[in-house]
């Protein structure tokens, strides 16, 4: 639909934009990405015929922008440059309505049913038809933003070019007008090229990312290939991180300050621990980093306490998660800082133990009961039913771990475990071969994240060492312990 090829420019003397090529298909949204002053909108405006270029041509729909008539050019697309004046004499209404200029045979004099559909549907899509005959000059600048947002769909063309559509809107305006856009791109196939400066919002919205450095083209693609940390970093000068979206295949970046406020010492000990018969609680004053399957705050994230809480062996809730919640609050734990599991066992008897490493002292904490202990390859023949017989695991490392590490850890432990039951040889009751855990065991692997990074933690690494041997031996005495109990 777009073709950008071999495009160079500037103002006056000085070059700017170097041979710059990328092709739009019809029904695509193309983000436009860079630092200040790396020519973002300058590229805008001479793909909208603004500013000629120096050298290349812009291709729309098979011919040249030059070969269309002003008027033509604006049924086929349509600018929204970035929002600068102050002073506006003219309603909303009017503004919007300006809009359909390129559809008129003469300035207002052809005014018809289309042209007010296409107003009031802008105005509805962009929620300011409430601000309909109010003047522009008493509306936030948020409110102007989705005054000129709607003024460029009413022009209804083929293509929008927008620069920063989303300045000065809150996240649910940005939300709603880039929903929006989406829709159009998705239902009407309508194409979109936009400046974004939030780089997390191009690679939600975006079908493909055009990062621009000093006038020319740094990577163009779909965000996954084009937003690499490294890349970003090395673009934009500065220290990023780059996650998963929980829900899309969409990367996000977060911001990594350099300044960092400077707590009491981040280390942990077996003081931090505390038993009593309701619960294991760990309490510190800075928060770990942690990954877990717990009842409560499962996952990776970031909390300072953790509780492992005794429940009655017929505990059945329907709410367990509300209910988890509750409990935490009343005794005392925020639960947005609380990583909370539930045993059957006596948490008074917990077994914990501490190694001193050289990267520092790893304490680890298990509960267990095996009355409902399982092998997992003989798992099939069973029923699904839900009980609280349970080995619940914690290893508290004062260290630094990447999230591979974590991951890695996790499976040391688990395996650890496994190999502890088999030493103990605990059946599964039904298959009557060795178990290899319970029905509803929970790990928790936590880090201060002080100290040189651990890039791995598989059983021959020095923190994989430690978390093969401590969750054995911690999961062997919490057994004797258990059958202590039930004898
Ligand atoms: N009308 C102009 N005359 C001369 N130089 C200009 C003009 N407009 C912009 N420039 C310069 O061209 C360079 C690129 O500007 P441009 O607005 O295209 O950058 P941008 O990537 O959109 O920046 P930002 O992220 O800050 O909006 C800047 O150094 C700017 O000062």
């Not at 939300?175 to 939030?198: A, C, G, P, W, Y």
């Not at 020319?216 to 690499?228: I, N, R, S, T, Y």
């Not at 399957?293 to 970031?302: E, F, K, M």
Request: hydrophobic residues 40%.
């Amino acid at each position: 639909m777009l073709k950008v090829q071999h495009i160079s420019g500037g103002y006056g003397t000085i070059p700017l934009l170097s041979d710059i090529s990328f092709d739009v298909e019809e029904g695509k949204m193309v983000g436009i990405l860079g630092p200040n002053g790396c020519g973002k909108s300058t590229l805008l405006k001479v793909i909208s015929g603004i500013m000629s270029p120096t050298f290349g041509t812009i291709m729309i729909d098979g011919n040249d922008i030059n070969e269309y008539s002003t008027r033509e050019l604006a049924r086929k697309m349509t600018i929204l440059p970035q929002l600068h004046a102050s002073a506006f004499s003219s309603t909303v209404r009017d503004t919007v309505s300006i809009g359909r200029y390129p559809h008129q045979s003469g300035f207002f004099s052809s005014w018809g049913a289309e042209d007010e559909n296409a107003v009031k549907k802008a105005m509805q899509q962009t929620d300011i038809e409430k601000y309909e005959n109010q003047y522009l000059e008493y509306l936030s600048g948020g409110e102007q933003q989705r005054v000129f947002i709607a003024q460029a769909l009413a022009q209804v063309s083929k293509l929008l070019l927008l620069d920063e559509p989303t300045n000065h809107l809150d996240i649910a305006h940005q939300k709603q007008i880039l929903d929006m856009i989406r829709k159009e791109v998705i239902e009407s196939n309508l194409t979109v090229v936009s400046v974004f400066h939030d780089i997390n919002l191009a690679s939600l919205y975006c079908d493909e990312v055009l990062l621009m450095e000093n006038g020319k083209v740094k990577a163009f693609g779909p965000p996954h290939e084009v937003l690499l940390e490294e890349r970003i970093e090395d673009v934009y000068k500065t220290q990023i991180s780059i996650q998963a979206h929980p829900e899309q295949p969409k990367p996000q970046m977060t911001i990594l300050p350099v300044i960092q406020e400077q707590t009491k010492e981040k280390r942990i000990t077996v003081e931090n621990l505390k038993l009593n018969e309701e619960y294991i609680e760990f309490r510190s004053h800075f928060p770990l980093r942690v990954l877990s399957s717990a009842v409560h705050n499962a996952g990776l994230g970031w909390y300072a306490n953790f509780m492992n809480r005794t429940v009655k062996p017929d505990y059945d809730i329907e709410h367990v998660k509300e209910e988890y919640l509750q409990y935490l609050v009343s005794k005392g734990f925020s639960p947005t800082n609380t990583v909370g599991m539930m045993t059957a066992v006596d948490t008074s008897k917990a077994v914990i133990k501490s190694y001193e490493m050289p990267f520092g002292e790893v304490i680890i904490a298990v509960t267990a009961g095996v009355g409902n202990a399982i092998d997992v390859s003989q798992s099939y023949k069973r029923n699904n039913f839900f009980e609280v017989g349970t080995i619940n695991t914690w290893v508290i490392i004062n260290g630094k771990l990447s999230d591979e590490a974590f991951v890695q850890a996790m499976m040391t432990a688990t395996e650890s475990k496994a190999k502890a039951l088999q030493e103990e040889e605990v059946y599964d009751c039904i298959s009557n071969t060795l178990a290899t855990g319970t029905t509803t065991d929970s790990l928790l692997i936590a880090a201060t994240q002080q100290g040189e990074l651990m890039q791995y933690g598989g059983p021959i690494t020095e923190v994989g060492k430690v978390i093969g041997r401590g969750v054995f031996e911690a999961t062997v005495e919490a057994i004797h312990t258990y059958r202590k109990g039930d004898s």
